[in-house]
């Protein structure tokens, strides 16, 4: 082989090396080029499906696509996140995580087919709420302490949830555990058919967030007996906290992310977080997610990563100790 020869080969190994790496950039830069699938995974009229909804509207139009919402309910939000793990980490699917299907699952489920750290990049933390203990309106049960009394006196109590292992099933199994009562678990395949039995009489009460029962609570529907936080919340000064009510040490706190497959290209990450958290900045959002109960959280993808991780750990202990099973 002759030096020019040579040097032509090199050239040419050159430009096709350059040519390959430069490729999953060239890739990004068009990115998004088609619409985006933001799975929900729970039925809709849920929290997790309302504020996806509010957002994926938004998100399209500054993305110049479209973002489809696809509802994949079942297990908890099992399901539709191990689907949101197995797609492809291109940027064109992102899952609704919650506190249940991305920190609770885990310690729930022995043959859980994703990791919620390992398996997913986050994207943005919408916000926290609290989860609120409701009644019927025509329910016998004024307060918190009604429930109680009752279920001591071996009165018969049922109790719906979203599913088995989420929030809602979790505030119920640690009132149980504390106020040393038995309430029988109804879990459905989310909050909207749930909540309609409460509402209906089919089942005594319910666990479930203030962005669900609160437009209900509003309209004379349902009645709040007690809010699971530290404190009372804003939007219900009247509403008493669990631990006021005679359970105390008693806190569960629900929340809200986006997440991204892992493996996800960093500058698309970053593209998401910087536009999701402009929408979650705008005066309309704000407003509407503070009338939902919910409080705002500004942190960054390593932030969410870490407080993802210690809700996973703390979680596992909750489990342990109130030695929660699923049914």
Do not use: C
């Amino acid at each position: 082989m002759t030096t020019t020869t040579r040097r032509a080969t090199t050239l040419a190994l050159a430009l096709a090396a350059l040519g390959a790496w430069a490729t999953p950039a060239l890739a990004q830069d068009k990115w998004p080029s088609k619409p985006i699938t933001f799975i929900v995974p729970f039925p809709a009229g849920g929290t997790t499906d309302v504020l996806a909804r509010l957002i994926a509207q938004k998100l399209g139009a500054v993305l110049g696509t479209t973002v489809i919402v696809d509802n994949r309910g079942g297990a908890g939000g099992s399901v539709g996140s191990e689907m949101a793990s197995r797609a492809a980490p291109d940027g064109y699917t992102l899952v609704g995580g919650t506190v249940s299907s991305h920190a609770i699952n885990v310690s729930l489920y022995p043959k859980l087919g994703y990791d919620p750290v390992k398996s997913f990049t986050p994207i943005t933390l919408i916000g926290t709420n609290p989860t609120v203990l409701v009644v019927n309106q025509a329910s016998p049960y004024k307060t918190l302490q009604d429930v109680i009394k009752a279920g001591k006196a071996g009165k018969p109590l049922t109790s719906a949830s979203a599913g088995s292992g989420t929030s809602q099933h979790l505030s119920l199994e640690l009132l149980k555990s504390k106020a040393g009562i038995d309430i029988t678990h109804i879990p459905y395949k989310g909050s909207g058919p749930a909540i309609q039995d409460v509402m209906a009489g089919q089942v005594d009460m319910m666990f479930d967030t203030t962005v669900v029962a609160g437009p209900h609570i509003e309209s004379g529907k349902l009645r709040a007996l007690a809010v699971t936080s530290a404190k009372r919340l804003p939007s219900m000064p009247n509403v008493p906290t669990v631990a006021e009510s005679g359970v105390p040490d008693y806190e569960v706190i629900s929340w809200q992310a986006i997440f991204a497959p892992a493996g996800t290209p960093q500058p698309i990450v970053d593209r998401l977080h910087t536009e999701i958290k402009k929408i979650l900045a705008e005066p309309e959002m704000k407003e509407r997610i503070a009338k939902l109960g919910m409080q705002g959280a500004d942190m960054t993808t390593a932030q969410i990563s870490a407080f993802q991780k210690a809700e996973v750990a703390k979680w596992a202990q909750v489990i342990k100790t109130a030695n929660i099973k699923l049914e």
